[in-house]
């Protein structure tokens, strides 16, 4: 179910947190809060309450950490103004994320409820997203029509509207000046019943499609300069006979072939998300299958790995290309990358959960995590990995 929330951006940079906010480098401490509480409310504002209570709850966690419990509350506060009641509303969502350091403050809505929970340390705590939220679910669609052009930026939970520079607005904008002529492509052909030929008219005639390929040739131009560098898949949203066109004016390498069929005019952004994450999130799943069933192939060689220092000292050097993690469970430690990983029976004063460390170090380098049962792990493993060139790097040394 697509969340029905608008991303927001301010001067302060509260915003829908990505993958890439969380596995950057940020100022400790770095501070994860989950809750669902806030959508039992019936004022968003009572859940400002809510999660202070949770800090203070917490308040052990901050024990030698470089910021107390109460400096996180003012933290929170001055930061909870700047998102705006669009990012707080509980609407579709029913569970929260919130991410907060001296140098990012970013939320996530969730699509199921999620127990209550508070993590100080030197990285955020992305493994209660994992399996709620896929990695990889940045995506843009474009509402096509001869009217109007709208290109969007999207995630899981989020859709905003970016601005596009020098298109023309509309069709008709774009051969401003010329005749225009309603012209249909025909063929003649006899009815069964009447065995009599008559006119059959479909699709543009060939002069108004060559007037649609200027257009969207124009289109396309700014699409390319809006999405330079970007990889994230395009979805197309458009009547049936203006994507086929459309299609031979792309020059954006990631364009889909499957479109959102109908007039995007009478559509507004939640629909047209909710529509493109049907599509976006089918292909997410068949490529976490094949991304597993690379693992399947490669298992006991030099390209896969369920040796956790050995994943670490790897992930840390940009070498793991996937990484695939139990849905429960820690194991803690300390590391000393690349050289040493520390792993704990239990956890000890400094300890960091190192699944959710190898989880931050894959996204940091562009892997990607998918989360899997446990009993499709091999050996009772926790974890598993697919390297990008074979083992790389030398495994750290057991403590």
Partial sequence: MATNIHEIRTKNESKEATYADLAAQHAQPCISLYTSDCFALNDAQQCLPRLKKMLRNAESAFQNAPMT?????????????TMGQSARAHLNAQGLALFMSRDFFGYCHLPAPIDDQVAVGRNFLVRPLLPLVPTDDRFFVLALSQKHVRLFECSRSAIRERTMQDFPGTFREDLDGLHFERQ????????PATRQKGAIFHGPSLQQKDRLIHFFRNVDRSVAYSLKGQQAPLIVAAVDYLFPIYQEANTYPHLLDEEIGGNPDLWPPNTLHAAAWKIVEKRLREAGARAFAMYNEHVNTPLTSTNLREILAAAEQGLVRFLFLAPTGERWGRPALPETVHVHAKEEPGDEDLLNLAAILTLRHGGLVHVVPREELREGADLAAVFRFGKGSQAARAS
């Avoid at 419990?69 to 103004?81: F, T």
């Avoid at 249909?184 to 009815?191: E, F, L, P, R, W």
């Fill in 69 to 81: 419990a109460e400096e996180a509350e003012k933290l929170l506060e001055s930061n909870w103004l």
């Fill in 184 to 191: 249909y492509q025909m063929h003649t052909a006899s009815s």
